[in-house]
């Protein structure tokens, strides 16, 4: 799966200097820099070196400082990462090849050219804002098929774990959760119900997603000092 192929990858670009996360935006990989926040580098993931994934890699490009591509490498040497017009290909459009071996190391096919264009800044915002928000890296990037812990259901779980002992004011709950007014109000999941004005209690629908998420996201979030 797709996902074996996120912890060597993410180690290999934490060791460049990143804050790494998986399954931001709809990019598989997301790294900030640590000595500058403005610099952005994504990584798609598969399992093996195609078109589509160079295809993912161009649209990435619109957004993102750096773009990798990584893939597992062939054991005998039959993929397209031996293929000189593949690598060329990447070269010529500034896109990075990683190939992971199957015991897990990581060797830089092509290199990545940076800074590439920025052309889509409004989407560029919003996958940084995403990770910023996010707290920790709860998801596998590489992961499909199931729901991602995005930043806003980290806050609406953090709304849930402060209502589980009971109804509470949504001035008591701002205090873990910022946006918690927001989130109670518009209710997204079914999670929440008011009890009375300016009041919000958790639902049975919101106890079984409490129950359900609550080992992979530590509550209730508090916001950054």
């Not at 996120?6 to 460049?16: I, N, R, T």
């Not at 054991?75 to 199957?102: F, P, Q, T």
Request: with cysteine.
């Amino acid at each position: 799966m797709e996902t074996s192929l996120y912890q060597p990858v993410k180690a290999f670009l934490e060791g460049a200097g990143y804050t790494v996360k998986g399954e931001v935006g709809g990019c598989d990989v997301v790294g900030v820099s640590d000595g500058d926040p403005t610099l952005l580098v994504v990584c798609e993931l598969k399992l093996s070196f195609n078109l589509e994934l160079i295809l993912q890699a161009v649209d990435r490009a619109s957004i993102a400082d750096e773009v990798w591509i990584a893939a597992r490498v062939s054991a005998k040497r039959r993929g397209r990462e031996s293929d000189k017009r593949y690598r060329d290909l990447c070269r010529r459009l500034g896109i990075g090849m990683l190939g992971i071996s199957d015991r897990g190391e990581v060797s830089v096919i092509v290199g990545s050219v940076t800074p590439m264009p920025r052309t889509n800044p409004k989407r560029r915002s919003r996958l940084m804002r995403e990770h910023q928000k996010r707290k920790g890296d709860p998801a596998v990037g590489g992961s499909t098929r199931t729901p991602l812990m995005t930043a806003y259901r980290q806050q609406a779980l953090g709304c849930a774990a402060a209502l589980k002992a009971g109804p509470l004011k949504v001035r008591e709950i701002r205090d873990h959760v910022p946006e918690a007014a927001k989130i109670l109000q518009g209710n997204v999941y079914g999670w929440f119900e008011r009890v009375e004005r300016g009041v919000y209690g958790l639902t049975p629908v919101g106890l079984e997603a409490l129950l359900r998420w609550q080992p992979e996201a530590p509550l209730p979030l508090k916001p950054d000092a």
